[in-house]
Structure formats: C-alpha cells, structure tokens
C-alpha cells in the first residue's frame, strides 16, 4: 500500500468528496450520518461535521495525494470502550485493497487510543465490505435487534501511533 495515507479530511477536499458521494449515488452509504450528494453539502460536511464534531472522525484515504475515499469513527461508546467504523472507497479506486487498508488503520487508531472494541454494521448483502471485515479480523455478532453486525476485539497490541505505517 505504498504512497496511501490517512489524513484529515480538509475543506479542498469536498468536490472529490461529493464526486465519490454522487457516483455512489445510493443513500445507504453511509458514514455515521453522511448523506452527501453536491459539492455545496459536501463543504457543509466537511465544515460542521468531520472538523468539528470531537469524537465523530472522519479521515480521507489518499492514494499519491488523490482523494480516494473517507473513513471514520463513530457512536463511540466510552463506558463500554467500543467505536463503529465506517468506509466508502471511490468506484474507480475498489478492488485495490483499500478498504482494507482502511479498516486496519482505523483498528491501530482506536486501539492505540485505549478502546477495546471495534464495530461495524455492514448489510448481509454487502459481500465485499464483509470481506474486507473478515480479512482485517472481525467476526460476526447479531446486535440486540437482530441485525446483523461485525465486530473485532482490540487489544494494545493493536494499536500504533505512527498513521503512515503500512497498512
Ligand atoms: C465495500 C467497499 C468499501 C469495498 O472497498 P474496496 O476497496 O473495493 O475493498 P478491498 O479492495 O479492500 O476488497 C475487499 C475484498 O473484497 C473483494 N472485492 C472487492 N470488490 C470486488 C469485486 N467487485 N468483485 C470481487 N471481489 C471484490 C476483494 O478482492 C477483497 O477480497 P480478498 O480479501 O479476498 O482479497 C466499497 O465497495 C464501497 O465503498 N462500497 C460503498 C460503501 C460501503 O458499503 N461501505 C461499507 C459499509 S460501512
């Protein structure tokens, strides 16, 4: 994964980002409460969610400086030391392992803060984030309500400080 980093998500950031939104065009895409569809929301976002909110994270994926994606960190729960994490790769970027390199930083992020558990609620359905799940370490839980989730137990060996290390 040489040349793809985590970043912050910076206000240059929101025509590329509503790009990534606009073709995937579905409206359960969602990270934490994401729902960006025009440039215009998509600055809006980036300024009065992913700047400001303190622990609702979001982080841009680059590859060679291009914005390839957005991932974060939400819901975190600090009685029960558990975060959920979401994701969502650009169309032309898939199937290049960056989801998964995605999901394990996020994993050494919340580990290397101190939490003790990462969840992820991605649909039946959704095959290939699934995957990326399994292969990063998460299993499947069936939440309270019956829908089904992943989730992975962090433990301090998890986590590491330095973002640029390979994922
Ligand atoms: C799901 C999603 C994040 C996957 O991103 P990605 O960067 O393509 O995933 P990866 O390249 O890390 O691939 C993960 C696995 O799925 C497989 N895969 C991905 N796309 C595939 C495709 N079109 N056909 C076959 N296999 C595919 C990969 O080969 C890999 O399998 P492996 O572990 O055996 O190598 C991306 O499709 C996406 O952004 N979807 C919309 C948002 C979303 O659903 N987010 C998840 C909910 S929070």
Same mark, same amino acid.
């Given at each position: 994964? +040489? ?15 509503? %790009? ?7 409206? *359960?895409?969602? #990270? ?13 976002? %980036? ?10 994270? &979001?982080?841009? #994926?680059? &590859? *060679?400086?291009? /914005? ?6 939400? +819901?975190?729960?600090?009685?029960? &030391? ?9 169309? =032309?970027? =898939? =199937?290049?392992?960056?989801?998964? @390199?995605? %999901? ?10 101190? @939490?003790?558990?990462? %969840? ?5 359905? +959704? ?13 499947? =839980? /069936?939440?309270? *309500? ?7 137990? /962090?433990?301090? &060996?998890?986590?590491?400080? +330095? /973002?640029?290390?390979?994922?």
């Amino acid at each position: 994964m +040489n040349g793809t980093i985590l970043s912050a998500l910076g206000e240059s950031d929101a025509a590329a980002f509503a %790009i990534i939104m606009q073709e995937q065009g579905a409206k *359960d895409a969602i #990270i934490g409460e994401m729902g960006t569809y025009s440039k215009k929301e998509a600055e809006e976002f %980036i300024k009065s969610s992913a700047l400001k909110i303190p622990y609702e994270r &979001h982080y841009a #994926i680059r &590859h *060679d400086g291009v /914005l390839i994606g957005v991932c974060a960190i939400y +819901n975190a729960d600090f009685l029960a &030391h558990s975060a959920e994490i979401g994701y969502i790769i650009g169309f =032309r970027y =898939r =199937r290049r392992g960056f989801a998964k @390199f995605a %999901i394990s930083m996020l994993i050494k992020i919340l580990a290397g803060e101190g @939490f003790k558990l990462a %969840i992820a609620h991605s649909k039946k359905e +959704n095959k290939y984030s699934n995957k990326a799940l399994l292969a990063c370490g998460f299993e499947e =839980r /069936l939440d309270e *309500d019956g829908t089904m989730a992943f989730q992975r137990r /962090l433990t301090e &060996h998890d986590g590491i400080y +330095n /973002l640029t290390i390979q994922g």
